[in-house]
């Protein structure tokens, strides 16, 4: 049995209320109450001492990040930044890709069937989150 109180490190929690903001700013007032349905889709930056080739497959995402940087650790941020209270998710899909550095960052698309709403295109610069994951 694990006890003791979790702790969130300061960088993480600015970084969450940066999402907020950067989300209300673009749907302002927006609440999720019902049913949720959210993908998240994480472009993470290439490795630095990647070959030609592996870049090509980067690309083409035929080869994908396998390596630091959990998903579920990218989701938790993601998802502790837009919810108070993330109970009302009820599918999640979380992807990682590679990209070049100036199309690194996560889209985020939300589906609140309690009031038929589609979100899409909300981006966040993923350097800021990798630093807090």
Known sequence: MVTGTAYTPKETIAYENKIFAVFQQKYPGTVFLGPTELR???FL???KKAKKAERASMMDYSLR???KYDCDNLA???LDGLFSEDGCVVKLVVEK???E?????VYVEIED?????QLADVDFNLDELIACG
């Open 40 to 42: 998240l889709k994480f």
């Open 45 to 47: 930056p290439m490795p």
């Open 65 to 67: 990040p396998t390596v």
């Open 76 to 78: 938790k941020t993601v």
């Open 97 to 99: 890709y590679y990209a």
């Open 101 to 105: 550095d100036d199309k690194v960052g």
């Open 113 to 117: 069937q309690l009031h038929e709403t």
